[in-house]
C-alpha cells in the first residue's frame, strides 16, 4: 500500500485568528505576493481539498495561475492543475460550482446517507462512498491509492480543525495578515477553533518569512518530534527534484542547534549532478571565507544517506558532511546498490559523526524514487 500522502495545511488568517468575517463576501486576507506563494504551494502538489461549506461560500476556482508553473508541471508528467477534493456529509453540491469545472480530475468523498442527494455531482465528479460518518482515514488511503502523495488543505475552519485534531496534518502553512477582524468579532465568522483538544507536542517552527505585507509560519507537524517532521520535510523536498533515471532524487535539511533551519537543497537544484546535501552545504557557504560555525552544532537531516561513493563528482556527501564539521545525521532510506555501492552511514560513524536511521520514514523516501528502484520493498 502506498503511505498516505503528506498533508499540508494552508491560510490566511486576521492578526486575531479569523478565517473569514461574517459576511456573505470573502474577506480577502492575502495580497497579491501571498497568493503568487499559494500558487506556486498549489503546483507543488497532487491534490487541494476544501470543505464543502468553502465549495459552496467561496465557489472557488483551485486552479494553477502561472502558466510556467503549469508548464513545470507538463515536464514532470503531471496533469496542468491538482486533483479538486471535497467531502460532504449532508451532498448538499451544486454541480454547477466552479469546483465542478473541467480541468483537473474532481473527487467527491460523500457520507453513505446523503450519496443519493449527492448524485447530481455523479457527471461532473467522482463521487465516492467514503462510509457514514466520513472516515478521514479512508479518504487518505484511496487518495495514495488514486496517485495523491502531497495533498494540499485549503479549508474551511471545519475541516483545518478537523485534521489537526485528529493528528492528520504534517505541516500548516498559516499566512496571518496585518489587521484584527476586531472586538467583538462576529459570533458567525469562522477561526481555527479546534473541535477536540488536540495533543500537547507543540509544532516546530520551520520558518517565518515577509510575503508582502503578510507574515508567513510555517510549522511542521506529525508524530516523532522535531528529528521525525525534519526528515519528513526533506522527503518532501526530494519531490523537487529535476527527473533522472540516473541518479536518485534526495531532500535535505540543515538545522541549527536552537532549530532553525540554516539551509535546505534537493538533487540537481543548481547543476546536473548536484547531490541534496552539496546544495544545502554551498548555499550555507556562499559569500563566506569558511564553513559556517553554526554547522559545529547542526543536524543534516536526508531522506536518503549521505552518499559515500560516487560516479559524478570526486568529492562524496560524506566527505562534505565531515569537512563541514557537522556532528549529527538523520536519514531515512538506506542507499539500495543501484549506482554505488557507497557504505555512507558506516563511513559517517567511522568518522565521529552521530547517526540516527528512521526505517519508519524509508518507504516515503523510496516511494520518491519508485522510478528507478521499483515499487516493491
Ligand atoms: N482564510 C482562509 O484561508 C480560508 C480558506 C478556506 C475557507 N475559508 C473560509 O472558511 C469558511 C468555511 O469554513 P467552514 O468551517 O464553515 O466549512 P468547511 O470546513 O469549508 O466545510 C465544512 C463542511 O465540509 C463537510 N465536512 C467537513 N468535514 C467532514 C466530515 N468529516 N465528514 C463529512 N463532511 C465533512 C461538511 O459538508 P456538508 O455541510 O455538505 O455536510 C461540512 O459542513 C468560509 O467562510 C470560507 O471563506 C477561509
Known sequence: MPPRPYVLLSCATSADGYLDDASPERLILSGPADLDRVDEVRAGCDAILVGAQTVRADNPRLLIRDPRRIA???????????????????????????????????????????????????????????????SADFMLQDLAERGVARLLVEGGARVLGDFLAAGRADELNLAVAPFFLGDPAPATAPRLNLPAPIPASPMTLAETRRVGEVALLRYLLGPGGPDHRFLRWAVELSRLCPPSDSAFSVGAVIVGEDGEVLA???????????????????????????????????????????????????????????????????????EPRLFTDGEGAEQLRAAGVAVTEVPELAERARAVNAHLVGTGA
Open 264 to 334: 535546505t537543497g534537493f538533487s540537481r537544484e543548481q547543476e546536473d549532478h548536484d547531490h541534496a546535501e552539496e546544495v544545502a552545504l554551498r548555499k550555507l557557504a556562499q559569500g563566506k571565507p569558511g564553513p559556517d560555525p553554526r554547522l559545529r552544532h547542526a543536524t543534516l537531516y536526508s531522506s536518503l544517506v549521505p552518499c559515500g561513493a560516487r560516479a559524478s563528482r570526486p568529492v562524496t556527501c560524506v566527505a562534505h558532511v565531515v569537512a563541514a564539521g557537522i556532528p549529527r545525521v538523520v536519514f531515512a532510506w538506506r
Open 72 to 134: 513545470r508541471r507538463a515536464a514532470r508528467g503531471l496533469p496542468a492543475h491538482p486533483a479538486r477534493v471535497t467531502l460532504t456529509a449532508t451532498g448538499d453540491l451544486d454541480p454547477g460550482a466552479r469546483f465542478f469545472a473541467p480541468g483537473a480530475l474532481r473527487l467527491v468523498y460523500c457520507a453513505t446517507p446523503a450519496l443519493s442527494l449527492a448524485a447530481k455531482i455523479k457527471d461532473s465528479a467522482v463521487l465516492i462512498d467514503a462510509g457514514d460518518p466520513v
